[in-house]
């Protein structure tokens, strides 16, 4: 009785654990800039990213000398205004967004709507998908040219044509934006230049980018797990692997590794220095597929699957309920997902902080994109409205430490959350109204990380010490911000195409040595036009 | 009827108990699962549990507090009842009229119907439609883009067809037209095959929410699916605030209370359509 | 459906006169009818047709905001692209293969129950079990899969329960080779007692005048169930049966990704999962749509052929 089959958008459902944690933060080939497309390369030239200015902020509690995050064990005492007066014109502001949390209350029945409006001069008006039903609207709404002011462009999508559709529907915001313009906007020119790449389409700066953790996937432990081996500190793979063997006890179905092979070998090649997506050699590039430094991650988690480390079953929603009882060793998450965790988990949480898998590698840490895709201008709005709206959007970029984030973030004082001993808490209003209406709102703008986890000062601690440790091994990945067409035609097939394989190898359905042939026919299906495409764009500067 | 041997009875039976066991076993973890806490469902490693020893309404009272749910099972219900109504009418009308033979354009009509069994028409242009109608937002939305199935009317239409010829017959040597005849013998006599179809109709649509995702913004509107749709994939959100509550509810049992919630009104419903498809219908006395 | 499922349809015409009537008289009496389909038909036209001419797409390289018309034509290049890829014909391949499976393992299970079921004498036994059979049906396909696992995959119950006597069956969820069979197991467990409900309901259109004579004959349940339930819901099963084969090419979509890293892509591709892989994914409208042409154009054939093998066999089949 197929006719009643719904197939559409199941995805999320299906891999909500996994979609929702983050978009960017994909293991392997994603996270280009949706921006690159047909042609895009072509009309690649030189731009001016908006100037970066940091944003004056309350003194963070630990040091940001290595690059962390802004870090506070205690909520500021003393805020920040970085926004004199309200920066609306009194008109209705219309952005379509998503959310993965459940819809918010309307804006007759939100205090934090009606206060946000208030500061705003402007009514705050969301169009809200639900989870994973994203792009289907945003092909419905521009099939229908019913565009709103602000629509929200996500990275890996799925959206074609994107250069096309933005010079025909949305305004060039680079000369609002590029180089020393971007100052008028003091708030966006505090998000940073890795997030702006992503922002930019045909050489012009088409959208202010969604800001977004810089830093990657993160390797999450349950400490109590790996105490009776001394712990997570690794002397190399060997030792790693040795010891998760002595922890592994499948008759108690109590197993070391999440099944989530790809996110594993994602993991295993920082140890052995394999590139982030693609390395950069005298102009030269080499996908990570193509090193030997990526093929010994392989082999390695071949080896730990036939060693019987990784759970049995291929799929598992319930991970985090097995890491905290001590049936699972590790898993894998993005960088917002570990905020997440460090909040809201009450075993002790630790990460794997990347080593050398042999005495002779150089361990990296792979960065994020920095963003979350970027927010365009309809041409409907007129260069007057343009102004007013990017003035909004610079308010509601508020960094951490300002009056205006506090009110994105929080809500209202006394009515959304209470303050005592320099913690904020929720009230039940604000726990029923600030999270679900923020997380639409942080998909259209959003703000440099910053590290404050209410009531959980330890947990504050362990990020910052963990940005600490990866920051001079940062790798950023080298073709942010460059284009390629064969990137967004194919670049969904050719990343499927790599995950069955790499899956196929892991589990051993396909053995290693079929790996170099598998190489040649993902470089043949797209793999080579795409480095030579990038090639091209790094050359052009 | 005589009764069967022991041993068919009894191999009867043992297939029987398997069959219901098989079913309801994952309903009993499905149910158990969703009286889990935190506390319980962590030591169980997250994974379902049939009779949870300390039995919680937690993952019920997070999903119906706010009152949105309660809002949205009263519209998925109107939703359903409405829609199931309009798509019988128009299933019942059009599979009676393609079942009468050498009726003009029957065949033509029936193809026409047929074809749309194979071929799906684009989200894009669909979405165009419903906005050049004017009910893009409304309640309308849900129903009207998807009011009659063909795979419905072919099943209403073979059914009409399998009645006695005899019985159209008299009644037209009584004098009745065709409309006549469809209300007094087709429908009358076809009770089982319209309560099936009918429920086919009312599940499709109290379990919808692609059409009510895409077509209607405003939240308020959306129907029970959407809505118990985000409170799965909350469990796993955790994009950009830096701000959310502890939730102390696992995944699973807010997963399976979902479907619980989702479910009851099916239940509820089952037994009134049921009566009419366990029966027969046509005795000796009126084939005559 | 009833007594008379072997006569040919054609000896009864509506008012009986099989000679040719004018345009008009038939209008005049059909009238009634043709308002009766008007609903259906203009829900058909705005709802079906009308979108419908935008599948010309698969002919062109589609852009929603440059709209149907603004997209530029690509001639056959959707199609070719589709079909030139080796991994497309593992897919059909996949797909033949799970709807083979489906159609001998699944398709005669809800008719079974439904003869099982009608054979009972217990009016109180009958109502539950039928009402219990068919919940499963609303489970989404991520909580039967999750089920499944929970039973009998790598750390499932069952397959722990063993290990710990020291029986080892390997992860059942996790074998390419029982993968197919295991889909249908799945879907089996699932539907059985959804597609019970249609057969319960033509059951109930067999009269009842019947039974009785054949019991009179002497005829012991064996003789009636074949003599009398099945043939009475045969065409019902025909029916199904063609309309089946006109949907041969689509496999439960999210049943086969969720179990896809599970099993490897080679023994999960279906056609609907390699559309959705290598051309929603990549937001590439026009060859979704072309290979959606495809299916509808090979169902329709199927159709068409099953429906006149139907006939040969005297049977009504959908359409005459």
Known sequence: MSMSMSRRGFLGLALAGATAAGLAACGGEGGGAAGAGKGGADLSRKLRLPTYTPAKIPTPDLPIDAG??????????????????????????????????????????????????????????????????????????????????????????????????LEAKFHDLTPHLAGDAIKKYPNLANLGDVAWKSAVTNGKIFGVAVSYSRFGQVYLVNQDFWRPVGGIGFTGADDFFQKSVQLLDAKRNRYVLEPAYVNHVHMFSQWYGAPNTWRLTGGKLVHQYETPEYQAALEFAVKCFKAGLFWPDATLATTKEKVANGQLGAYVESFPGFYNDARTQKYELGAIVPFAATPDAKPVYNAGLGSVGFTAISKKADPKRVEMLLNVLNFMAAPFGTEENQLVNYGVEGVHFTRKDGELTFTDRGAAEVPATQQPISFVIGSPSAIYLPGKPEGTRLIHDFETKVA?????????????????????????????????????????????????????????????????????? | MERPTVAGRALKTAVLTAIVLAVLYPFGLAVGTSLTGRAESVANGGGYVLLPAHPTLEAYRLILSGGAVTRAVLTSVGITLCGTALSLLCTVFLGYALSRRGMLGGRPILMMVLATFLFTPGMIPTYLMVKELGMLNTYQSVIVPVLVNAFNVVVVRAFFQGLPDELFEAARMDGAGEWRM??????????????????????????????????????????????????????????????????????????????????????????????????????????? | MVVSTAAPATEVQVGARPQRRTLRDRLRRDWTLLLLCLPGVLYFVVFFYVPLLGNV???KDYAPFLGIDGSPWVGLENFVMLLEEPEFWTAVGNTLQITALQLLLYFPAPIALALLLNSLVGNRVKRLVQTVVYLPHFLSWVVVVAMFQQVIGGAGTITTFLAAHDVTIGNLMADPELFKLMATAQVIWKDTGWGTIIFLAAITAIDVSQYEAAAIDGADWKRRLWHVTLPGIRPVIIMLLILRLGDILSVGFEQMVLQRDAVGAEASEVIDTYIYYHGVINGDWGMSTAAGLMKGLIGAALIYAANKLAHRFGEQGIYR
């Open chain 1, 68 to 165: 962390q995050d802004p870090s506070y064990l205690k909520y500021p005492e003393q805020l920040v205004r970085s926004v004199p007066a309200p920066p609306g014109d009194g008109s209705r502001i219309t952005a379509l967004t998503q959310t993965w949390d459940v819809a918010p209350p309307g804006a007759d029945k939100s205090a934090y709507l009606q206060e946000l409006g208030k500061r705003l001069n402007a009514q705050w008006d969301m169009n809200i998908v639900v989870g994973e039903g994203y792009p289907d609207k945003f092909n419905a709404i521009i099939a229908s040219d019913d565009l709103p002011d602000l629509v929200w462009f996500p990275p890996n999508q799925g959206l074609q044509r994107v250069p096309e559709l």
């Open chain 1, 472 to 541: 001079p091994m940062l790798q950023e990945r080298v073709t942010t911000g460059h284009f390629s067409d064969t990137f967004t035609t194919k670049g969904g097939e050719l990343s499927t195409m790599g995950s069955d394989m790499v899956v196929d190898v892991v589990t051993g359905r396909k053995p290693l040595s079929a790996w170099q042939g598998f190489v040649k026919k993902w470089m043949d299906r797209g793999g080579a036009a795409m480095k030579a495409e990038y090639e091209a764009s790094i050359a052009r500067g």
């Open chain 2, 182 to 288: 469809m209300w007094r013998i087709a429908i009358p006599l076809s009770k089982a095959v319209i309560a099936v179809v009918g429920l086919f109709y009312a599940v499709g649509y109290w379990n919808s929410w692609f059409s009510a995702l895409l077509y209607i913004d405003d939240h308020d509107k959306h129907p029970i699916q959407l809505v118990l749709r985000q409170y799965i994939f909350r469990g796993g959100a955790a994009q950009g605030t830096d701000v959310a509550i502890v939730r102390d509810l696992p995944t699973a049992s807010v997963q399976m209370a979902v479907l619980v919630i989702a479910l009851v009104p099916i239940l509820l419903a089952y037994p009134f359509l049921q009566k009419y498809f366990t029966k027969g219908v046509l005795t000796g006395a009126i084939k005559g």
């Open chain 3, 57 to 59: 797409i698969a002919f």
